[in-house]
């Protein structure tokens, strides 16, 4: 019996642990996925650089509410970062659209990648044929010998 | 009378900066030693007036001083006295006035610990500071004067952005501008080396443990500022490319490409030129930041100043570094000599690869900073470079990276056999292969971008094990502490790449509606909500939760995330709670109450978060034992010998 009594708080408590889930915030979780996909790759307009999805400022807010019910429209992603684009602009964007203003935006890594390993190639080379073939002097290895010297 | 004592010594330290900047560099080209013998006096002093004037504002803030502008603009008589020490720093003029101090103290350091260098090179090295520290002093004392008087002086402070009263705040910025400044010696060494026409492995070998040294304050410095942004702005990301974030990340990356350069240039004396415009580089980053971040240019949490001015100062300032520097770099490294021959495989190629991939990577994050300035100043529009195209153009130029890091130690220098890296690294590909294949699967689902991650990774440690080991085994004795110091950097950074695969693959994230009783599960881990209560801060009331948080049904421990109103600022602030762990963070923050006693909570599940910050602690660490290696502190009249014989070489 008293062991049965003793099992009583426990069993009550791991009741009080189940039964209140808390409720997601969101009325629809996945709407609330995609806008916070989609809104991760959007700027807060008022706020100094930070997404629209971490933003707590009431504009951001504002427009969550509106890509939320573009989401519940139908709209694609695409779509509803159009929307944005044509009332906001392209500064809306985190995600830079490829056109010809940002074609050096998007292509410059790639080319300075390329030019590095061509410079990186050309100079081995070059410098395979300047180079002497011993590459200290006498005199630098008589250096070389008293730096380590110092070191022991 | 205190400010006016501050503001008097500021203006003489600029006058012996000014002294401490043409003398020596005078006297060690005419060969003059009495000239050259006042870099040392002359360097104590402006270090000396630069940190009478720190003390003298520091006391003004200690004091509530509010008749100085200053002052009364980021301090309070409410603001807890720590806070209100470390706020010398929380704005645009104190925080040039901290970079300066941190100048004189690294030219001061500089001064105290090269007894071994001979002189003329000690008096050019400290010369250039001086120069350097002149452009600043003057930038400080034309624009940015901290002393300036308010009259009639304020009843009363506006006190400090409440982001910024934090512990963060105390320790964040002093460390990332001892490595920024840090990168001034670097510089310094360079311009003296390429003044003397001295370029050579002893040169290389003297400013590697002060590059090295920086480097370690600059790695510290923004892993510092990433834990604050990742526990302080509430929204659990670690790392967001601000443009701000980038202007220290930029000098980082080329940093980590000199001190890598550099090896090469004391080892083998090759790629001198390179290390030397890499120096040049880092420096000119490191003031290209401050020029962002001061001038107001970008639109961030950091940029407090909005006075072109100061933007135009700084930019003149970045041209006349960079103007002369260059030129004096193409008047002499014709002069130069390459150095040793090596084959097409050798280490001297995989450190260079190495150097191409960081400065591009560096390049890359340049672009997409200044991209949309640039735009927006040809008239082309208003556009916005975030995260997503950082990480589209930056991890792929990493990838190659990491890669190399496991193979770069093995192979030899000169010349290296394709046939002994793969007999000697095989065991680790197989290990690599066999992680980015069950790892990800044992952590959750797999994901291609977390198998490759972690792939490297655990190529990165089989590597360093595989070499750790065969090098006991070769009999050659213990190795040198630079060799532990790469081996210890490099698992740093294995470490850092599992974090951010981790957490940015497995991640959980909840945001739930909570009333006290109520409970929400992320990885595992419950939250049970027990209520919110109303705390008086010292300077803030405070919105006070209470959370159980327990793992299969046993309780670890009370956690109680904040909602604080500053009395001086209408903007409330999340203080998350963290319960931080070896495998996982699990972070709670509290929204805004609804209705009743419920709240709006979020709640993550962070694994290995932690690595990301361990990992950088590592490098850190490993810099510390590379440069703490006594070959390093030579003794005076061998050193002195050496660089006469080195000058007739030249």
Known sequence: MKRLLALVPAALLSFGLLANEAAPLAEDPVVEQRLVHIAGELRCLVCQNESLAGSQADLAKDLRREVRGLIKEGKSDEEVKDFLVSRYGDFVLYRPQVKPETYLLWGGPFILLVAGIIALVSYLRRRNRLAPDTPLTEEEKKRAADLLKADS | ?650
């Not at chain 2, 003298?56 to 200690?62: G, I, K, M």
């Not at chain 2, 080991?469 to 698992?491: D, E, V, Y």
């Not at chain 2, 991640?507 to 909500?529: A, I, L, N, Y």
């Not at chain 2, 762990?581 to 709640?603: C, F, I, N």
């Open chain 2, 1 to 650: 009378m205190t400010p006016e004592l501050g503001h008097f010594a500021l203006i003489l330290s600029l006058w012996v900066a000014l002294a401490q900047g043409v003398l020596p560099l005078v006297g060690a080209q005419r060969n003059q030693p009495q000239w050259i013998a006042i870099a040392r006096p002359a360097t104590t002093a402006s270090f000396l007036l630069v940190a009478i004037a720190f003390a003298c504002l520091t006391w003004s803030f200690y004091i509530n001083d509010f008749s100085i502008a200053y002052v009364a603009a980021h301090s309070n008589t409410q603001l807890p006295t720590m806070y209100r020490i470390s706020a010398v720093w929380g704005g645009h003029e104190g925080s040039l006035l901290l970079w300066v101090l941190m100048l004189a103290g690294w030219a001061q350091a500089v001064a105290l610990f090269s007894r071994q260098l001979p002189d003329a090179m000690v008096a050019r090295v400290l010369g250039v500071l001086g120069l350097v520290m002149f452009g600043l002093l003057a930038f400080v004392l034309l624009t940015s004067n901290p002393f300036e008087r308010l009259l009639p002086a304020a009843e009363e402070g506006r006190s400090l952005n409440p982001l910024l009263q934090d512990p963060g705040l105390v320790y964040h910025p002093p460390m990332l501008y001892m490595g920024y400044v840090g990168m001034s010696v670097a510089f310094a060494f360079a311009i003296a080396a390429l003044l003397a026409g001295q370029l050579d492995a002893a040169w290389a070998r003297w400013s590697r443990p002060w590059t090295t040294v920086a480097w370690i304050f600059l790695t510290l410095g923004i892993a510092l500022g990433s834990w604050w942004a990742y526990y302080e702005l509430g929204w659990g990301g670690w790392w967001f490319w601000d443009p701000v974030e980038n202007a220290s990340f930029m000098p980082w990356l080329v940093a980590t490409a000199l001190i890598h350069s550099l090896a090469v240039t004391e080892k083998r004396g090759s790629f001198k030129n390179w290390t030397v415009l890499l120096a040049i580089a880092a420096f000119s980053l490191s003031l290209l930041g401050t020029f962002l971040v001061r001038s107001g240019v970008l639109t961030s949490v950091h940029a407090f100043a909005t006075d072109p001015r100061r933007g135009i100062f700084i930019l003149i300032l970045l041209a006349i570094v960079v103007g002369s520097s260059l030129l004096l770099f193409a008047l002499r490294a014709p002069k130069v000599s390459l150095g040793g021959r090596f084959s097409l495989l050798s280490r001297e190629t995989l450190l260079l690869v190495n150097n191409v991939l960081l400065v591009v990577a560096c390049g890359a994050v340049l672009l997409g900073t200044l991209y949309p300035l640039i735009i927006d100043a040809l008239g082309l529009g208003k556009l916005s470079v975030g995260p997503p195209y950082f990480n589209a153009v930056f991890v792929p130029i990493m990838l190659p990276l990491l890669v190399l890091v496991a193979a770069g130690p093995i192979a030899r220098w000169k010349q290296a056999e394709l046939g002994d890296i793969v007999r000697r690294l095989w065991p680790a590909a197989v290990v690599a292969l066999l992680a980015g294949i069950a790892l990800p699967m044992l952590a959750g689902e797999w994901h291609g971008y977390v198998a490759l991650a972690l792939a490297l990774a655990a190529w990165i440690i089989a590597a360093i094990v595989l070499q750790t080991i065969q090098r006991l085994k070769a009999g050659t004795g213990n190795p040198p502490p630079s060799w532990w110091g790469m081996q210890i950097a490099h698992f740093g950074l294995a470490a850092f790449v599992i974090g951010v695969a981790m957490v940015g693959s497995y991640e959980e994230e909840r945001d739930v509606r909570m009333s006290p009783g109520e409970t929400v599960t992320v990885g595992g881990h419950t939250f049970k909500f027990l209520g919110v209560e109303d705390v008086r801060g010292p300077n803030y009331t405070a919105a006070r939760g209470s959370f159980e948080l327990s793992k299969d049904g046993k309780m670890l421990r009370i956690l109680h995330p904040e909602k604080r109103n500053y009395d001086s600022s209408a903007m409330p602030m999340t203080e998350a709670a963290i319960d931080a762990g070896l495998t996982r963070d699990v972070y709670v923050s509290l929204g805004e109450p609804l209705e009743g006693a419920a709240w709006a909570v979020r709640v993550y599940f962070k694994p290995f978060v932690d690595w990301i910050w361990g990992g950088c602690l590592l490098m850190s660490l490993g810099g510390l034992v590379a440069a703490a290696d006594r070959r390093y502190r030579l003794k005076a009249r061998t050193a002195t010998k050496t660089v006469a014989t080195g000058a007739m070489a030249a």
